[in-house]
Nanobody
Framework: QAHLVESGGGLVQPGGSLRLSCAASGFSLDAYAIGWFRQAPGKEREGVSCITGWDDSTHYADFAKGRFAISRDIDNSTVYLQMNNLEPEDTDVYYC?????????????????????WGQGIQVTVSS
């Protein structure tokens, strides 16, 4: 059975960094696009960054450019989101999702779609 499990969240001060991990099991990443999304209470889920498993194409939301970096480790079936210079506005529940052979742009701009697999989400809190 396929699963995605997020880890690496927590509490960090403004200006700090966190690295989120999305570990996949039950399927191979090289046929999937993996995306990071976030959602605050009462708001729609929005795309943060996405990456393809087959050619390393990436997409970043405007707020993530220059601060966040997405990467993948196919051998360990894990996708990472390095988040630097975090701001209180980055406080959200972060989710990873996987969808087979999807464009990273299309995936990242559609946070509401029922992608093939979703993780359970992990809290990121940026506060002093």
């Amino acid at each position: 059975q396929a699963h995605l499990v997020e880890s690496g969240g927590g509490l960090v001060q403004p200006g700090g960094s966190l690295r989120l991990s999305c570990a996949a099991s039950g399927f191979s990443l090289d046929a999937y696009a993996i995306g990071w999304f976030r959602q605050a209470p009462g708001k729609e889920r929005e795309g943060v960054s996405c990456i393809t498993g087959w050619d390393d194409s990436t997409h970043y939301a405007d707020f993530a450019k220059g601060r966040f970096a997405i990467s993948r480790d196919i051998d360990n079936s894990t996708v990472y989101l390095q988040m630097n210079n975090l701001e209180p506005e980055d406080t959200d529940v972060y989710y990873c999702a996987a969808d087979m052979y999807t464009s990273v742009h299309a995936m990242c701009v559609n946070g509401q779609l029922p992608y093939d697999y979703w993780g359970q989400g992990i809290q990121v809190t940026v506060s002093s």
